[in-house]
């Protein structure tokens, strides 16, 4: 069985370095944009709790192994600052879910056409 990490780059015709930052952009909210790429983006100090989110994602087979990984990025309460709690800057875990969800149903098997799937969140 493929990892979420094999699905969406063969989707996204990326490469697998690539992975975690184009996901990390995927799940930013959009009013956190512009901060984001003041605090220097995904390769920032700032966003070493995301930077590891999205390994730990990029590994899982079904929805259990991503919310598995959000519960643990969501438990670390030792990069809980004011940002991240009152402006909300840093990855949306819905979002995250929302795309993780096109490639991986709860189920564990992968959509017929991940593609298409991804296509129908994206618009």
Known sequence: MKTFKEIFCEAHCCE????RQKLFWKSVPLHAMPLVVFLGGFHSY?????????????DSLDM????????????DTADRG??????????STRQLRSVARCYLP???????????AFQKIAS
């Open 64 to 75: 259990n192994d991503v919310r598995t990984a959000i519960n643990d990025y969501l438990s």
């Open 82 to 91: 004011w940002l991240r709690e009152f402006v909300g800057i840093g990855m």
């Open 46 to 58: 700032s966003f070493e709790a995301e930077q590891l989110l999205t390994s730990n994602v990029g």
């Open 16 to 19: 697998p370095r690539h992975f």
């Open 106 to 116: 709860s189920g564990g098997t992968p959509s017929s056409n991940p593609v298409e």
